[in-house]
């Protein structure tokens, strides 16, 4: 043992010498962030870890002017609701067009924002909605910014129900829509649907005006009109967009003029956008950016609504045995995991596969998920008939989290004699490995976030019903009939408390049947610049500037 | 007879002192020695004998196993104690990754020239040798394969093939078999017009005989050197593909992916970048220092 740390010590001096100064610089700068690191890896990340940025308190009035430049990873492809799918188009959308309602400031409820006031019948099949008779759609080249009518929201729902790829409005239960009047409208479903409202706040369900949108045709996705309080002027591919203010917008005015959104790929140009002064807002911050933002005090973080996981093949290869997967979950330290992965403290600690923020999150489940032990580990899988391990493979899309994350599990899993075989390839890659992969024993396990709202519908439904089974939120193939019959009844159900309960019956039996390790809930991470005022960074990280509870404004 | 030994005749005298003569500038002649002359290249050879040394002995100089992670030291700086390289983003000791990739990045390298060269020496010998429709059709295919850059050439293979040590290293080979062959025939049509060659044509050597034992080992000193150099970029390549996520598979330590995880934190942890990237420095260089010397001590023009 001597020789050899001696030779270590003597290798490691030649090396270090043939480094020469390059390695001085990092010697110095290393130790100032090393604290930092190392503690927030020591413990895992917190909600109360998140960082809330302090805005600079105003030097007076509320000021009115200015363009908002906002900084985003990737560019928007098409804004038109019906075909978007990244984060970035919805951004967009949620500036120019609108829905019959949104959700408040602290994502919790649904709040009127086109509508006025609704109701829902005793069957829960009708949904009637009384509108705003002050709204006016964006002037553009085939409509001179008329009045928005209930016929505005039949065509916009229909179309969404008949064209669009993604399931947006409950197809499966949606009807029609029945106008009423100008300024009324019934939405018939064919039974009771408890998401139904919520489904309502998707950005796909704009309400856009028809002469736009067929005047345009293929090229409404480039030429956005809507009822928002900002109207698309230009979209430059992979460049930026540009938003001027509505100057008929029936809400508050807009405080800033415009908004210019720009494309950085590299998260380090998004952090130096804003510290040179060149943008106000960089969003979806990830990884060294965050600790970047954060010394720089322009870091504001929120718990986002999503659930990130590792799943298991449910159906064959070793992990089919339920043994064996506790025995998995047993030998991972999910606590040293999440924070091995999260060093800026970029997410929280979760235990379901719900995310704390939904209405639906009991914690009373939390302690079903099975506690570090290695060495019960390898008795169970001693039990299971794998006394000497055996091989599997884990499938990730490519990204440093996720890799990171493959690693540590290929550890842990090794301690007990597990091997780990990690593929890692493009996301659209993965994604074709994973679909259905519980037909064979190919992919044992694979890495995924889930972005969900409040509702435990966009969770427990789509993670868990043997209907998902061919899709990737449920690649790994849970079909279990009594959970898919609470499912369809906490579906149908309308009130919250029946739901909470048929939700809460699914968790407990999905968390004793191990289905996966549901170990984070990644934070919403943004830079923003001091001198802008009234930001909100929401669980679902829309770009918020002019809504009914905030109004950006920039101070000159 | 004792005394003509004891006392030699002056023209024996003479014979001992040409002999002598002959011996010393055979020795200023040979390789070795006139490598061991240039200092510079002999630098690069230090280089290249230690950092295989390091590769050959890895499992007994490293302090850790390479991917022994440890989320609680993550990000360590350089001279910690227990760590003197520091840590990375999941805590594995630095020294060993640079180690044990030190072993996968000389692998790769010199197995990706090994396989371009054995493949571009065959070929350029066939192309430069016998000329006319194989020639010229073996060198389009070559052109086509050059009008690829060779990085994206790599990258393309290992779209193709899938990663792993042995997937790049032969990604590597393939994207390296042009430079290789246009080098080789260039230097046939050199040696093939030589009189020694026309000599064996007349008495009716046989084409393999012709090709493998008086062309090839005339093109030898120019394949050497061409391979020192490519080795150099072959490092370069693995690395890029590394940090590219195209190469080594995780968590398996290469320099290249060394590098890609501390373009995570260059500004928080600049030491793991650093010590990748100036391992890949330090080696890319030896081999050209290498290279260099040997085409200097092979060119008659640089004869002093």
């Known amino acids: 043992m001597i020789r050899r740390s001696v030779t270590t010590w003597v290798l490691a001096a030649a090396l270090a010498a043939m480094t020469l100064a390059g390695c001085g610089s990092s010697n110095q700068s290393a130790p100032q962030q090393d604290t930092t690191t190392t503690a927030a890896a020591s413990e895992p990340a917190t909600t109360a870890a998140l960082e809330t940025r302090a805005e600079e308190e105003p030097s007076g009035e509320v000021q009115k002017g200015g363009i908002l430049t906002v900084v985003v990873p990737s560019s928007p492809k098409t804004v038109d609701p019906k075909d978007h799918t990244t984060d970035y188009e919805a951004d967009i959308i949620f500036q120019v067009a609108q829905n019959l309602v949104t959700y408040n400031k602290d994502y919790t409820d649904i709040i009127p924002l086109l509508a006025t006031e609704w109701s829902v019948s005793e069957d829960g099949k009708d949904y009637t909605f009384k509108l705003r008779d002050d709204v006016y759609f964006q002037p553009g080249k085939f409509q001179d910014g008329r009045q928005m009518v209930a016929e505005d929201v039949k065509y916009s729902l229909e179309r969404i129900y008949n064209e669009c790829a993604t399931d947006r409005i409950c197809r499966e239960f949606f009807e029609s829509v029945e106008v009423v009047n100008d300024f009324e409208v019934i939405i018939h479903l064919k039974d009771s649907c408890g998401p139904f409202l919520e489904t309502l706040c998707d950005i796909g369900n704009g309400i856009l005006p028809k002469e736009e949108v067929e005047g345009w045709g293929d090229e409404f996705g480039y030429h956005l009109v809507g009822t928002g309080p900002f109207m698309l002027e ?104 999440v924070s091995g992965i999260y060093q800026y403290g970029e997410a929280s600690r979760i235990y379901q596969p719900l995310t704390f923020l939904s209405w639906g999150y009991q914690d009373k489940y939390d302690s079903l998920i099975p506690e570090y032990d290695p060495e019960a580990a390898k008795a169970l899988l001693a039990e299971a008939g794998y006394p000497d391990g055996f091989t599997m493979t884990m499938y990730i899309g490519s990204s440093t989290n996720r890799e990171k994350m493959a690693q540590l599990f290929q550890y842990y899993l090794g301690e007990v004699g597990i091997t780990v075989e990690i593929k890692s390839s493009t996301m659209a890659d993965w994604m074709s490995a994973v679909t259905g992969s519980y037909k064979d024993s190919v992919v044992n396990s694979y890495g995924i976030t889930f972005n969900g709202t409040i509702d435990p519908y966009a969770y427990e439904e789509k993670f868990f019903t043997s209907n998902n089974i061919d899709s990737v939120s449920n690649a790994g193939g849970y079909a279990d009939d009594q959970v898919d019959e609470w499912l369809y009844a906490a579906y149908k159900e309308t009130d919250r408390e029946k739901r909470t309960e048929y939700y809460g019956q699914v968790m407990e039996k999905v968390m004793n049947d191990n289905v996966g390790i549901f170990y984070a809930c990644e934070a919403r991470n943004w830079g923003i610049a001091p001198k802008v005022h009234d930001s909100v960074v929401r669980a679902d990280s829309r770009l918020l500037i002019c809504t009914p509870f905030n109004n950006i404004w920039i101070e000159q | 007879m004792g005394d003509k030994k004891s006392r030699p005749s002056g023209d024996a005298l003479g014979r001992e002192a040409n002999i002598e003569m002959l011996k010393r500038e055979r020795r200023a002649n040979n390789a070795w020695h006139k490598l061991k002359r240039n200092k510079i290249a002999m630098a690069g050879l230090f280089v290249i004998v230690f950092m295989v040394l390091v590769a050959i002995f890895a499992p007994l100089l490293a302090p850790y196993p390479p991917n022994k992670v440890n989320p609680g030291q993550a990000y360590l700086p350089f001279g910690s104690p227990g760590h003197i390289f520091g840590t990375d983003d999941l805590g594995r000791d630095l020294l060993s990754r640079i180690i044990y990739g030190g072993r996968i990045s000389l692998i790769v390298a010199v197995g990706a020239t090994f396989v371009g060269a054995t493949l571009g020496i065959l070929l350029g010998l066939t192309a430069g040798y016998f000329g006319g429709w194989l020639d010229s059709l073996i060198m389009r295919i070559m052109d086509g394969m050059f009008s690829f850059p060779f990085i994206l050439m790599a990258m393309i293979l290992i779209t193709v093939i899938g990663n792993g040590v042995l997937n790049v290293t032969f990604a590597i080979g393939i994207a390296n078999v042009p430079s290789f062959a246009r080098v080789v025939r260039g230097q046939v049509h050199i040696v093939k017009r030589e009189e020694y060659c026309n000599a064996g044509k007349v008495i009716g050597v046989s084409n393999t005989r012709q090709l493998f034992c008086h062309i090839l080992p005339n093109t030898m000193s120019q394949i050497i050197v061409y391979a020192t150099l490519r080795v150099a970029d072959a490092i370069i390549s693995e690395a890029f593909l590394s940090f590219l996520g195209l190469g080594i598979a995780l968590p398996t330590a290469s320099w290249g992916s060394i590098l890609k995880t501390g373009r995570e934190c260059l500004t928080t942890a600049p030491h793991v970048a650093t010590i990748g990237g100036v391992f890949i420095l330090v080696t890319v260089l030896g081999f050209n220092l290498l290279g260099d010397g040997i085409r200097d001590i092979m060119d008659p023009k640089m004869k002093q």
């Open chain 1, 234 to 337: 230009e979209m430059v591919a992979d460049e930026q967009v540009t938003l001027k203010k509505n100057p008929n917008y029936w809400g508050d005015e807009p405080n800033v003029d415009g908004v210019v959104v720009k494309t950085a790929s590299d998260n380090s140009q998004i952090v130096n956008a804003l510290v040179s002064d060149e943008a106000h807002i960089g969003m979806y911050l990830q990884g060294e950016s965050i600790q970047r933002a954060k010394d720089a005090g322009l870091l504001a973080q929120a718990p986002a609504t999503s659930v990130t996981m590792i799943r298991f093949n449910m159906q064959n290869g070793p992990t089919a045995d339920p043994k064996v997967r506790e025995a998995i979950i047993k030998a991972v330290d999910i606590d040293g995991m």
